[in-house]
């Protein structure tokens, strides 16, 4: 199976910035998409942003302009530049692997996550 690690989580004020990272690790295999995602305490999990094999991207409203995903040159790592923070973006964040499916990826690999929070 393939398993995601995430790092790069942390503690910032608003208006500061964070890079979190990605790392497959064990068996991988290629994936037609990735993406990170976020779950704050008493919400929903939502998607922040996605990225497929061509390199096209998708972004949540609330974070484009703001963040940025992309890939290393090792295809086994995923980045999610976060600049201009704010509280609302306070959550544990998840990186997650898997195939295109009908136009939309299903997320077949998840990551333990990492802890972002963002205070005033």
């Known amino acids: 199976q393939v398993q995601l690690v995430e790092s790069g989580g942390g503690s910032v004020q608003s208006g500061g910035s964070l890079t979190l990272s990605c790392v497959a690790s064990?068996?991988?295999?290629?994936?037609?998409?990735m993406g990170w995602f976020r779950q704050a305490p008493g919400k929903e999990r939502e998607a922040v942003a996605e990225i497929d094999s061509d390199q096209s991207t998708a972004y949540a409203d609330s974070v484009k302009g703001r963040f940025t995903i992309s890939q290393g040159s090792a295809k086994n790592t995923l980045y999610l530049q976060m600049n201009r923070l704010k509280p609302e973006d306070t959550a544990m964040y998840y990186c997650?692997?898997?195939?295109?499916?009908?136009?939309?990826?299903?997320?077949?690999?998840w990551g333990q996550g990492t802890q972002v929070t963002v205070s005033s």
């Open positions: 997650a692997a898997g195939k295109v499916v009908y136009y939309v990826c299903e997320y077949n690999f």
């Open positions: 064990g068996y991988t295999y290629s994936s037609d998409c």
